[in-house]
C-alpha cells in the first residue's frame, strides 16, 4: 500500500435512486482484493479495503431498477470512515429533488470534516452537492444530467466532459463522468491508496479500461432550443437539414432578414454558439454516425457533411471529439461479427477458432 498500511474503510450509499450495476460493480472490483488475494503477485497479502454498504436506515433499500440490497448500518450508525462513494443515480423527470436525504447530507458532512474522501460515480455528485462542499469545486457529471444539475447547484463548476475530477483540501472531493467511468474512479482509489500495479493487475483481471481520450467522443451534440428567439430557433431548425451546404451561415442570415451582425449576435447570445461553430458541430455530429453505421471512406464522408478539404475535415473531427475520424470508427463502429449475414464468417479469429474446436 501506498498512502497507508492500515485497512481503509470504504461507505458506499445505498439510497432508492442508486442504480444496481454501479453500486454492484464498484463493490464487487474493490473486494477483488479479498476474493482474489492470491491470483496476483500485485495484491497484498491482506485486503486494503473494508466494505459496507450504508443507507438512511439499516436495512433493504429497494433500489431504481427495483432490486433490493442491504445496507448494513444506517449512517447515522457510522461515526468514522475513509472514503464514502455515492453511485450513480436516475433522475426523476422532474430532476433532482433536494432535502429528500437531510441525514444522509449531515453525515456526509460530518465524515468529510472528520477526513474522508467523497466520490460520486456519474450522477451520484447530485447528493454530494448538497453538502455544500463542492461549491467553487470543480466536478464532472454525465453529460445528459449537466443541465439539471447547473440549474441545481449553480455554484459548482460542473465539466461533463471530463473523465475524473479531483479537487479539494487533500483531494478528497472526487467525481467521475458518465456511466461507466466508475471503472476510472475506483482504478484510481485503488492506484491512490494501494498502487498503479495493484491498479493495473485489477485493470487486467476485470477488463477495466482509462478512458484516456476524455468523454468528448461519446457526448452527442444537441444545440438548445429554449432560448425563446423564435428567429434564432427557426435557423437552428433549417440547419439541421442544410449544415452540409457550401455556406450554412450566409444562408442562415439571409433567410433570417437580419444584419449579419445582429443575426451572429442574437446567435451566439441564444445558444451559447456562434453560428459556423454550430454548423460545424452538427457536420461532425453527422459525420459520427457515418463513421459508426457505414462503411464509406473517412475523405468520402467529409464531403458528405460539407467538407472539401480532408485535411481540415480530419483536423476539425480531432479537435471536437479527441479522436481521428479512423480512431473513433475503430472505437465505436459495430463490430463486423455482431451486424448479422454470416455472423461465424465474421467473428474474431480466436473466437471462430474457439467454436470450430468443439
Known amino acids: ?65 427495483g432490486l433490493p440490497v442491504m445496507a448494513a448500518r444506517g449512517a447515522r450508525a457510522v461515526e468514522a470512515t475513509d472514503i464514502v462513494i455515492v453511485p450513480s443515480v436516475i433522475l426523476a423527470d422532474g430532476g433532482w429533488a433536494k432535502a429528500r436525504y437531510p441525514e444522509l447530507v449531515a453525515w456526509l458532512r460530518r465524515m468529510h470534516e472528520r477526513g474522508a474522501m467523497l466520490c460520486s460515480a456519474c450522477s451520484g455528485v447530485f447528493l454530494l452537492a448538497e453538502t455544500g462542499l463542492f461549491d467553487g469545486v470543480e466536478s464532472t457529471v454525465h453529460w445528459g444530467y449537466a443541465e439539471q444539475f447547473r440549474k441545481s447547484f449553480p455554484a459548482v463548476p460542473i465539466f461533463p466532459d471530463r473523465v475524473l475530477v479531483v479537487a479539494g483540501e487533500g483531494q478528497r472531493l472526487v467525481s467521475s463522468g458518465a456511466s461507466m467511468t466508475w471503472h476510472d474512479l475506483v482504478l484510481y482509489l485503488i492506484a491512490r491508496h494501494v498502487g498503479t500495479t495493484a491498479a493495473q493487475a485489477v485493470a487486467h483481471m476485470f477488463a477495466l479500461q482509462w478512458h484516456h481520450d476524455g468523454l468528448a467522443p461519446y ?63 452538427l457536420r461532425i455530429e453527422d459525420a459520427k454516425r457515418r463513421l459508426e453505421r457505414t462503411d464509406a471512406p473517412v475523405d468520402e464522408i467529409g464531403w458528405q457533411v460539407g467538407y472539401e478539404d480532408a485535411a481540415f475535415f480530419r483536423r476539425l ?38 467454436i470450430q474446436a468443439r
Request: proline fraction near 7%; avoid cysteine; aromatic fraction near 10%.
Open 1 to 65: 500500500m501506498t498512502e497507508t498500511q492500515r485497512e481503509l474503510h470504504v461507505s458506499l450509499v445505498a439510497i432508492p435512486d442508486a442504480v444496481i450495476s454501479t453500486l454492484s460493480g464498484i463493490y464487487d472490483v474493490m473486494n477483488a482484493f479479498k476474493l482474489l488475494s492470491k491470483a496476483h503477485d500485485a495484491f497484498p497479502e491482506r485486503a486494503p479495503f473494508r466494505f459496507e454498504i450504508v443507507g438512511e436506515q439499516s436495512g433493504p433499500v429497494t433500489l431504481a431498477s
Open 219 to 281: 457526448i452527442v451534440f444537441e444545440g438548445p432550443k429554449n432560448h425563446g428567439d423564435a428567429v434564432i430557433a427557426a435557423a437552428q431548425e433549417w440547419l439541421i437539414g442544410h449544415f452540409s451546404v457550401a455556406a450554412p451561415v450566409e444562408e442562415m442570415i439571409r433567410n433570417s432578414g437580419l444584419a449579419e451582425r445582429t443575426f451572429k449576435r442574437r446567435f451566439t447570445q441564444a445558444t451559447g454558439y456562434t453560428p459556423i461553430d454550430y454548423a460545424q458541430r
Open 317 to 354: 473531427f480531432k479537435r471536437l471529439t479527441g479522436l481521428s475520424p479512423s480512431r473513433y470508427r475503430r472505437h465505436f463502429q459495430v463490430p463486423a461479427f455482431a451486424r448479422g449475414g454470416d455472423a461465424q464468417s465474421s467473428l474474431p479469429p480466436s473466437v471462430s477458432a474457439a
